[in-house]
């Protein structure tokens, strides 16, 4: 079945063609900017049609504190080279971030201000840096990264028609396609590299069918354009050009990459391993499989059904994370229950039927246990939104209020 029909154009210019047609159509214009590779390709783009139209443009930089070296110098070099037509928003604000490599602690909070002398470095040197806690008057100590984006794309619009530009590839991951794809989702003007987030807000995605060789090939043609070299070191590592990825280091998918930090900055290594528990376990077992890490096949204990393994794991936890899994597991078997299960889950069901989680059993609470799952997605529950949104609206209501008061 074919899937993808081409538009007799390179992705190159079809990547500028959206972003002149994003400049023309919104008044303000956010560029989320991590310092990877795709972000970076598409911060370039943005600039170059920013310059030519004598506009400035917002860059969204959410510092995760965890970060390579490389990817800080290649920061402060992108804002330099265009700093004429940036307004920038460095954030360094505690946030909560998922520790996949620690039942004792789940989740570590980036630039926490109780725990400064642990930081893997110290707040950057910018003028755009934002450190405050009361800058943005939706933020809150601890709210996850991706309420942040929205809150402050809400924020940022201030009644306005506003474009963020996100620098996300389809080919990347089932979700990211999904991102794209999906046919349910707010566009705008029909646009399928669109997506509505707020009442003003769009996420436009200019690179979505770029490929990885694209984004090489584009720095290949412009040799003058900086770009992060740790790329390059991730190169002599041996590491596919698909694997090379930049997040926090400690995620769920991400800490497959952390044995790579040893490697590439041992600087960086030593305060990694420091500033959260669990890492270097994390990083000498996470390329195993089965029982380790829950992936692929697992194995049951002599004796064991998977309901009396789970128990078993559920037992050897801190009592914080045993009393969150065992809350989420009551919520997957009354859902269950009500579709028809009202006996119990089977032990385990067809392997093809768990992997579509189209079946329950006590070996998928299984997997999420071993694989330090915290949201429980491999049950095909999602990260709840924690209360800041609704603080927000209410701020917004009440400072309305007053002006037309």
């Not at 939706?138 to 809400?154: I, N, P, R, S, T």
């Not at 396609?177 to 705008?188: S, V």
């Not at 090489?216 to 003058?224: I, L, Y």
Request: with cysteine.
């Amino acid at each position: 079945m074919k899937i993808k029909n081409g538009m007799g154009v390179n992705v190159l210019e079809a990547a500028k063609e959206r972003i002149s047609y994003t400049f023309d159509e919104f008044d303000k214009i956010v560029v989320s900017f991590s310092g990877g590779k795709d972000s970076s390709v598409m911060l370039h783009l943005a600039a170059q049609e920013a310059i030519k139209r004598e506009r400035r443009i917002c860059v969204l930089i959410i510092d995760m504190e965890a970060q390579y070296r490389h990817t800080i110098q290649h920061l402060h070099e992108m804002l330099d080279c265009y700093g004429d037509v940036f307004d920038v928003h460095w954030v360094c604000l505690p946030m909560n971030l998922r520790n996949a490599s620690s039942n004792f602690e789940p989740v570590w909070t980036c630039w926490d201000d109780e725990k400064e002398a642990d930081w893997v470095r110290e707040l950057p040197k910018h003028k755009g840096v934002i450190s405050d806690l009361d800058y943005y008057p939706f933020f809150e100590k601890g709210m996850e990264f991706e309420e942040f984006v929205v809150l402050f794309a809400e924020w940022y619009s201030d009644g306005e028609n506003t474009a963020c530009l996100v620098g996300i590839r389809a080919d990347e991951s089932l979700n990211r396609f999904r991102t794209i794809a999906i046919f349910d989702k707010e566009m705008y003007n029909n646009k399928r590299w669109s997506t509505k987030v707020t009442e003003y807000a769009y996420n436009i995605y200019p690179i979505y069918d770029w490929h990885t060789r694209d984004i090489w090939r584009f720095h290949a043609k412009n040799p003058d354009l900086p770009y992060n070299q740790v790329y390059d070191l991730m190169q002599k590592a041996g590491v596919k050009l698909s694997q090379q990825r930049l997040c926090q280091p400690y995620g769920d998918d991400q800490r497959r990459g952390l044995w790579l930090y040893h490697i590439l900055e041992p600087e960086t290594w030593y305060k990694l391993i420091t500033r959260v528990n669990g890492v270097n376990s994390g990083a000498l077992y996470i390329q195993e499989t089965g029982n380790i890490n829950g992936y692929n096949k697992i194995n049951l204990p002599d004796g064991h059904t998977y309901k009396s393994f789970c128990n078993l794991l559920l037992a050897t936890m801190p009592k914080v994370t045993r009393e969150h899994f065992t809350g989420k597991f009551r919520s997957f078997m009354k859902g269950w229950a009500g579709r028809g299960y009202t006996e119990g889950l089977p032990d385990y069901a067809p392997k093809v039927l768990e992997d579509a989680q189209w079946a329950p059993s006590w070996r998928r609470m299984c997997k999420v246990l071993l694989r330090n799952d915290w949201w429980c997605k491999g049950l095909g529950m999602t990260q709840p939104k924690s209360e800041a949104y609704g603080k927000y609206l209410k701020i917004k209501k009440e400072k309305k209020a007053l002006q037309d008061g």
